[in-house]
T-cell receptor
Framework: GAGVSQSPSNKVTEKGKDVELRCDPI?????LYWYRQSLGQGLEFLIY????????KSGLPSDRFSAERTGGSVSTLTIQRTQQEDSAVYLC??????????????FGEGSRLTVL | AQSVTQPDIHITVSEGASLELRCNYS??????LFWYVQSPGQGLQLLLK??????LVQGIKGFEAEFKRSQSSFNLRKPSVHWSDAAEYFC??????????FGKGTSLLVTP
């Protein structure tokens, strides 16, 4: 597609439920990132995928969070047993090269998660 | 660890006035620095980036930024602000891993 696509755009769930957020990166981009944006907190790095390499999971806040990337393309971020503090906008980005060497990150519009 | 500080949470400027958004970073070597803009209801868009060389970099939408190693700063500037520039602006630095570290953002309000 033309840009990074994320779904759903909005998700309201009850505390304790599991949620899945999907990201479809730009075709040909080998790197994929998940960030979390909470009010007044900027963007918090969650996880990074590069090609077929093991992902960098160093930013995941707890073991309730997991992510996978199938076939080097679509990624799913799963949050188990959601808590109210998980409420945030979850942003996905992709890039052709590595961010640390200057590869530009292209962001989706995000998935807004509200946990009641 | 690399970090980014944006001292101003909110800034209000009049349309047509000049703008400077501050960004300070903490990093041992010469960093890769970025400015992104997030307009309401839209994803983040890259305004400009600095890797090396000329310390004054030009970006899209008439923005520029100057890298000052002595001050550990990478401030964003625009000579004349338009109402459409109202948005959230994020400074970011590449980290030793693979991702970008973002500041907490500066919200820009433009008044008539």
């Amino acid at each position: 597609g033309a840009g990074v696509s994320q779904s759903p755009s909005n998700k309201v769930t009850e505390k304790g439920k599991d949620v899945e957020l999907r990201c479809d990166p730009i075709s040909g981009h080998t790197a994929l990132y998940w960030y979390r944006q909470s009010l007044g907190q900027g963007l918090e790095f969650l996880i990074y995928f590069q090609g077929n390499s093991a992902p960098d999971k160093s930013g995941l806040p707890s073991d309730r969070f997991s992510a996978e990337r199938t076939g080097g393309s679509v990624s799913t971020l799963t949050i188990q047993r959601t808590q109210q503090e998980d409420s945030a906008v979850y942003l996905c980005a992709s890039s052709r090269g590595l961010a640390r060497t200057g590869g530009e990150l292209f962001f989706g519009e995000g998935s807004r998660l509200t946990v009641l | 660890a690399q970090s980014v500080t944006q001292p101003d949470i909110h800034i209000t400027v009049s349309e047509g006035a000049s703008l400077e958004l501050r960004c300070n970073y903490s990093y041992g070597a010469t960093p890769y620095l970025f400015w992104y803009v997030q307009s309401p209801g839209q994803g983040l868009q890259l305004l400009l980036k600095y890797f090396s060389g000329d310390t004054l970099v030009q970006g899209i939408k008439g923005f520029e930024a100057e890298f000052k190693r002595s001050q550990s700063s990478f401030n964003l500037r625009k000579p004349s602000v338009h109402w459409s520039d109202a948005a959230e602006y994020f400074c970011a630095v590449s980290n030793s891993g693979y991702a970008l570290n973002f500041g907490k953002g500066t919200s820009l309000l433009v008044t008539p």
